[in-house]
């Protein structure tokens, strides 16, 4: 298995996530474009200590971007959505 840190790569801290988060218990990650549901899982549940319900995954395509007459593109960016079964996710320590 990889090492954690080249999986989960940070939390997503948003409007959206964080009304997932308080209501169905929702968390969500910017992951690694290799990594798979079940390395997701396992890197989840060893770093927060927390059992992980459910893992979906989306791929969100960079956008193309210009800059004068040239123009390039962002990279694309995984996202994981993650049902806990039980426990919570601080991020803050609060």
């Not at 968390?27 to 990594?35: D, L, T």
Request: glycine residues 8%; aromatic residues 6%; proline residues 3%.
């Amino acid at each position: 298995m990889k090492p954690l840190h080249q999986i989960i790569r940070k939390p997503l801290v948003t409007e959206k996530s964080n009304l997932m988060k308080e209501t169905g218990n929702v968390v969500a990650f910017e992951v690694a474009m290799g990594s798979n549901k079940v390395e997701i899982r396992q890197a989840i549940e060893r770093a927060f200590d927390v059992k992980v319900q459910e893992v979906r995954t989306l791929i969100i395509a960079g956008k193309t971007k210009r800059v004068g007459r040239s123009s390039g593109k962002r990279p694309n960016v995984k996202k994981a959505y993650v049902t806990l079964a039980e426990g919570t996710i601080d991020f803050f320590g609060v």
